[in-house]
């Protein structure tokens, strides 16, 4: 079983958003693939996503409300194959949890994915508006459209 992290700020928009795409796109294709996600920050441990997300989620029919935020934590490197970070800033703050080598290997950007190696960020939609939501699903969309195809091919695992 492969098992993905998706990691952003406060765990209740971008990364949900990635979580619950990924999850849906896995079951849809039947693959062996475990997906949780995780904030850098503890502000909003145990709430549900935002309400603009979840509304952004359902009008692209995937539903993310079951989701409930918690914080990064160590633990995530022994439990995940592969980590991935909605911009720099999480990124930074999840590798000063690494411990070595493997675990920095895990963390990526999430967007490097869609365009390898421009370092490219998930904007923060928290202060945004609606437009600012459905880009992130946008965005996302791709992003996750490429780890399937990736995992189907066994590039990840
Ligand atoms: P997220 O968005 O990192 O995509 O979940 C944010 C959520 C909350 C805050 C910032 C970003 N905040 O400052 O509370």
Redesign the pocket.
Known sequence: MTRILMV?????????MADGLLRRKVKEEHLDVFVDSA?T?N??VGKRP?QRMCQTAIANRTNIDDLRARQFVVEDFDLFDKIYA?DKENQINILKHARNSTDKEKVELILNELNPGKDQTVP???YGTSTDFQEVYTLLDHATDVVIRKIKNGTIR
């Open positions: 952003c700020l406060g765990n209740i928009c971008r990364s949900p904030g920050a502000y909003h935002d909605m923060d939609p928290y």
